[in-house]
RNA sequence: GCCGCCGUAGCUCAGCGGGUAGAGCGCCGGGCUGUUAACCCGGUGGUCGGUGGUUCGAAUCCACCCGGCGGCGCCA
């Protein structure tokens, strides 16, 4: 045993009664009779109901339990016995214990309200449903990464502190850089481009920084991003990419946390047909005509709000597609497409509830139409020149993605804001801790 | 950037036709041999977010400021 002897609550709950056993972890409850006391045990695996008694257990082990408050760490060890009144069903009756760190007036009881957890963000992680998230979210990242690895692709690491905007300037956070401007990345793909030439199929994680005051939900100042670009693919070609990916780690979910899930209340069958591709194509046009058949007051030209997507949204029970958007409401680099020059080859993968949670596109190969485009936006294309360069240089149709991390967990744990897909949240006005 | 809502005890809140502050939980002390957010008895606890104004008198009315939350736009 790895652990010292120590097991794990969860190993304990399958032992036979009158085994003895070695436990450590937190207080998750406390309760003195007099003569008796009960601790609840809670460790990354679950929890475990200890007792010590005048019954069974020396009085130097009553003294210490009593020691023990909410959130004090503990090594304990007994005998396993079957109780009906033990949650589980099972429990430990103590004859060693020891409080390794006190804790006296822990600060999180229950009931306290959303300002007062963030306070105590680095106390409140530690709960056993932002545990649960934080076990869903490992599983969902090592599920991209091995996706990338059985298909072809290499992880690279692209720079976070940059010079230029990807989209625009408005949202970026500036850092001073021995006296110039840099700015805190919000995409690597223009980076992830340039390295396709050598290696054909990138992708990252990283994190992205949007400095956009928006007050919603769905944003984080800060989060991370999991972006993919791929030489010789078509948008058809990405968008297989994005749906096997999602469906891949949606699958990897339900096999290996189906029990985190079910402790989060999440019902399995929403998510299972989420694990078969493909996902449904909707056509921007169509889209829009949908839109207009439900009531809304909508043209071509118009981009989707919170409300457009939650009603397109009704229609579908798995993620879906939105395809062909106006070239001119998307960014510089997509590629126009050839046959409707007013449409641009991207496309916005939507899950319900939650709404976006990709954007990809074929990226605009041809030089003259790309410094078109980037003059369409109000942009210089002189700032543009190594960009320019990938284009001058072997220029080769290619497509990419990103992936919202947070979004995609919004929607895999059922959170209903995205501040507890992260430990750490970011927001405005809220840097501590 | 825009639109709403909220700041009273450690926490969650009540009090707001103006008269000097309350509850529940927590915490502290005591009791209890089966607790499950344990229970029972007793105790502790506040510059009513800040500043200025109206008034004999402001938690309460007015103005400004600060802090927070929810939503929209934008995005992932």
Redesign the pocket.
């Known amino acids: 045993m790895p652990r010292d002897g120590y097991l794990y609550t969860r190993e304990v709950l399958g032992l036979e009664p009158g085994q003895r056993a070695r436990v450590r972890g937190w207080v998750y409850?406390y309760?003195?009779?007099?003569?008796?006391v009960?601790i609840v045990l809670r460790d990354p695996e679950g929890i475990l109901?200890l007792?010590a008694?005048?019954?069974h257990s020396p009085r130097e082990v009553l003294e210490e339990a009593r020691r023990a408050d909410?959130e004090a760490s503990i090594e304990a060890e007994g005998v396993v016995a079957r109780?009906p009144?033990?949650?589980g069903g099972v429990?430990l009756r103590l004859d060693k214990l020891r409080v390794v760190g006190e804790s006296?007036?822990f600060?999180i009881?229950?009931?306290?309200?959303?300002?007062?957890l963030?306070d105590n963000r680095h106390l409140w992680i530690r709960s056993r449903k932002l545990t649960l998230i934080w076990r869903i979210r490992h599983t969902a990242l090592q599920a991209f990464r091995e996706y990338f690895e059985k298909h072809g692709f290499w992880e690279v690491s692209p720079p976070i502190l940059t010079q230029a905007a990807v989209?625009g300037g408005a949202?970026l956070f500036k850092v001073d850089f021995f006296g110039d401007t840099a700015y805190l990345s919000q995409?690597a793909q223009l980076y992830l481009e340039a390295l396709i030439y050598g290696l054909e199929k990138v992708w990252s994680l990283t994190p992205s920084f949007?400095a956009?005051?928006?007050?919603?939900?769905?944003?984080?100042?800060e989060?991370w991003?999991l972006e993919a670009e791929e030489a010789w693919a078509r948008m058809e070609d990405e968008m297989r990419t994005v749906e096997e990916l999602v469906a891949y780690a949606t699958k990897k979910i339900l096999d290996e946390r189906l029990e985190e899930l079910e402790q989060l209340r999440q019902k399995p069958e929403r998510l299972e047909p989420a694990t078969k591709t493909p996902y449904p194509r909707l056509d921007y046009d169509e889209a829009i005509a949908r839109l207009q058949k439900k009531g809304f007051d909508v043209a071509f030209g118009d981009?989707f709000?919170?409300?457009e997507?939650r009603a397109l949204g009704e229609d579908y029970d798995t993620p879906f597609f939105i395809t062909f958007f106006p070239l001119k409401?998307k960014a510089f680099y997509m590629k126009e497409d050839p046959e409707r020059p007013d449409r641009a080859r991207a496309f916005d993968l939507l899950v319900p509830g939650v709404?976006?949670?990709?954007?990809g596109s074929e990226r605009e190969d041809d030089y003259e139409k790309l410094v078109q485009h980037i003059k369409m936006h109000g942009l210089d294309p002189r700032d543009y020149e190594w960009y320019l360069d990938l284009r001058r240089y072997g220029s080769v149709p290619h497509s990419g993605f990103?992936?919202?991390v947070?979004?995609y967990l919004m929607w895999i744990t059922g959170a209903d804001?995205?501040r507890d897909t992260i430990p750490f949240p970011r927001?405005r006005?809220?840097l501590y801790p």
């Open positions: 409850r309760r003195d009779l007099g003569s008796k009960f109901q007792v008694s005048e019954e909410i109780d009144r033990a949650p429990e006296h007036d600060p009881k229950g009931g306290e309200g959303i300002d007062y963030l989209e949202t995409s949007r956009e005051r928006s007050r919603t939900r769905r944003h984080l100042y989060y991003h981009d709000g919170a409300d997507e409401i709404g976006e949670i990709v954007g990103g992936l919202g947070e979004r804001h995205i927001f006005d809220r």
